[in-house]
Nanobody, 121 residues
C-alpha cells in the first residue's frame, strides 16, 4: 500500500517562508509526476506546482517566482519551498502523486491527507 505523508505546515507571518515535504512510502518502483495542490476555505482545490520524474515543473501563476518545487526520486519525496508568503496562500496543502507504479499497481494516483498553512500576522 502506497502512502503519502506531508510535513512542514504551520503558522507564518506575511513575507515569511515555509518548506513542505511529502514522502511516498511503499513498494514503489516509479512515480511519474508529484505535485502540490491547495484548498482554501470555501474554494475549490487548485494546483500549486507539479514536477515530473525528469524535473519538468509547472506552477500556478499566483505562486510563480515565490514557490519552488523539487523532488528526490531516490527517496520518492517532493518538496515545496514557499517564500514571500501572503495571507491568500493560507490553505490546506495536499501532496499528489500520479503514475505510481508499485509492486501491486501500475499508473495509480494517490493523495496525502493535507497539511495546513496559515499566513497571518
Amino acid at each position: 500500500q502506497v502512502q503519502l505523508v506531508e510535513s512542514g505546515g504551520g503558522l507564518v507571518q506575511p513575507g515569511g517562508s515555509l518548506r513542505l515535504s511529502c514522502a511516498a512510502s511503499g513498494s514503489i518502483f516509479s512515480i511519474r509526476t508529484m505535485g502540490w495542490y491547495r484548498q482554501a476555505p470555501g474554494k475549490q482545490r487548485e494546483l500549486v506546482a507539479a514536477i515530473s520524474s525528469r524535473s519538468n515543473t509547472n506552477y500556478a501563476d499566483s505562486v510563480q517566482g515565490r514557490f519552488t518545487i523539487s523532488r528526490d526520486n531516490a527517496k520518492n519525496t517532493v518538496y515545496l519551498q514557499m517564500n514571500s508568503l501572503k495571507p491568500e496562500d493560507t490553505a490546506v496543502y495536499y501532496c499528489n502523486a500520479v503514475g505510481v507504479t508499485s509492486a501491486t499497481e501500475w499508473g495509480a494516483e494517490y493523495w496525502g491527507e493535507g497539511t495546513l498553512v496559515t499566513v497571518s500576522s
